[in-house]
């Protein structure tokens, strides 16, 4: 089992940046695959960023932060990053990490996922 805290969240002006942390107890977190999603209130988690387990090989972006996001991972620290660039209004949400051990596929579907954190507050002002 692991746990994870979320941290890097606050208030930004649109066109700046943050960078998201994702720190994981436990043992064997390059067994996880990781995931990021994000939340208004009211709606429907949505999916952000994932990458694979071990070296993070494999990594995917929802279409409209391509470009603007880049999902990382650091096996030693136990931590997986968001970090976030270019930011807009319409990326104010909650963030939350996610992990679920898998040594073969890597999901984009919340449901999927194990092990969730409590999340972190982004708000891009204009």
């Known amino acids: 089992q692991v746990q994870l805290v979320e941290s890097g969240g606050g208030l930004v002006q649109a066109g700046g940046s943050l960078r998201l942390s994702c720190a994981a107890s436990?043992?064997?977190?390059?067994?996880?695959?990781v995931g990021w999603f994000r939340q208004l209130a009211g709606k429907e988690r949505e999916f952000v960023a994932a990458i694979s387990w071990n070296n993070g090989e494999n990594k995917y972006y929802e279409d409209s932060v391509k470009g603007r996001f880049t999902i990382s991972r650091d096996n030693a620290k136990n931590t997986a990053y968001l970090q976030m660039n270019s930011l807009k209004p319409e990326d104010t949400a909650v963030y939350y990490c996610a992990a679920r051990v898998s040594l073969t596929r890597t999901e984009t579907i919340a449901d999927w996922y194990d092990y969730w954190g409590q999340g972190t507050q982004v708000t891009v002002s204009s």
């Open positions: 436990g043992r064997n977190f390059l067994s996880y695959a």
